[in-house]
């Protein structure tokens, strides 16, 4: 069982910083790929970036690429989304995924890739 658990500001101005983080509880990060996706209300969950259990490459989507950075601190435990130049249509809540079973070096963008989810953090950005 992993335990995600996220946090970070959730308001913030077009233009804006804010960087999210996931602490994770009952297996250690440096060995599983995580993701983190966001969600409009009726919409699909999408993926936003993820990182490799390898640690060697990291995936950003189009629509962030240049913007946000997906990291992680293995000692610490804990996933990092740090996203820059914020936009109002990156307004959407936010959730930090895991994937334990066996995985490739590849990166997985599919929701249902993913074994564990966090409980989802809402940010707005604010025009």
């Known amino acids: 069982q992993v335990q995600l658990v996220e946090s970070g500001v959730g308001l913030v101005q077009a233009g804006g910083s804010l960087r999210l983080s996931c602490a994770a509880s009952?297996?250690?990060?440096?060995?599983?790929?995580m993701g983190w996706f966001r969600q409009l209300p009726g919409k699909e969950r999408n993926l936003v970036a993820a990182?490799?259990?390898?640690?060697?490459?990291?995936y950003c989507a189009d629509s962030v690429k240049g913007r946000f950075t997906i990291t992680r601190d293995n000692a610490k435990n804990t996933n990092f989304l740090q996203m820059n130049s914020l936009k109002p249509e990156d307004t959407a809540v936010y959730y930090c995924?895991?994937?334990?079973?066996?995985?490739?070096?590849?990166?997985?963008?599919?929701?249902?890739?993913?074994?564990?989810w966090g409980q989802g953090t809402q940010v707005t950005v604010a025009s």
């Open positions: 995924a895991a994937r334990t079973r066996f995985s490739y070096d590849r990166d997985y963008i599919s929701s249902g890739d993913y074994d564990y």
């Open positions: 009952g297996r250690t990060i440096s060995r599983i790929s």
């Open positions: 990182v490799r259990w390898t640690g060697a490459s990291t």
